[in-house]
């Protein structure tokens, strides 16, 4: 059974930093494509940043130089540094991992943004 599992979200004044962390369970994690998603308040699910199975990074536009993707193989757990928040940072974080075609999504973890 495939589960990921997302945590550390919470408020957080402007300026500040969380890391989220996803937790993998019952996939080739070595192999997997892992990305973090978000979903604002009445708006659409949008990459924000993906880490591949070779370690190379993508980033949205909005989130660069700011949010720092990893991934430790050894424990199949991602993780998302994100530093300078703004509050339009605000919305629903989604961990989702890309495994040989097939997608898998965690629960959400809640970020929200204080100005």
């Known amino acids: 059974q495939v589960q990921l599992v997302e945590s550390g979200g919470g408020l957080v004044q402007a300026g500040g930093s969380l890391r989220l962390t996803c937790a993998a369970s019952?996939?080739?994690?070595?192999?997997?494509?892992m990305n973090w998603y978000r979903q604002p308040p009445g708006k659409q699910r949008e990459l924000v940043a993906a880490?591949?199975?070779?370690?190379?990074?993508i980033y949205a536009d909005s989130v660069e130089g700011r949010f720092t993707i990893s991934r430790e193989n050894a424990k199949t757990t991602v993780y998302l540094q994100m530093n300078s928040l703004k509050p339009e940072d605000t919305a629903v974080y989604y961990c989702?991992?890309?495994?040989?075609?097939?997608?898998?999504w965690g629960q959400g973890t809640q970020v929200t943004v204080s100005s």
């Open positions: 989702n991992a890309r495994v040989t075609s097939n997608d898998y």
């Open positions: 019952g996939i080739w994690f070595s192999i997997a494509t």
């Open positions: 880490i591949t199975s070779a370690g190379s990074t």
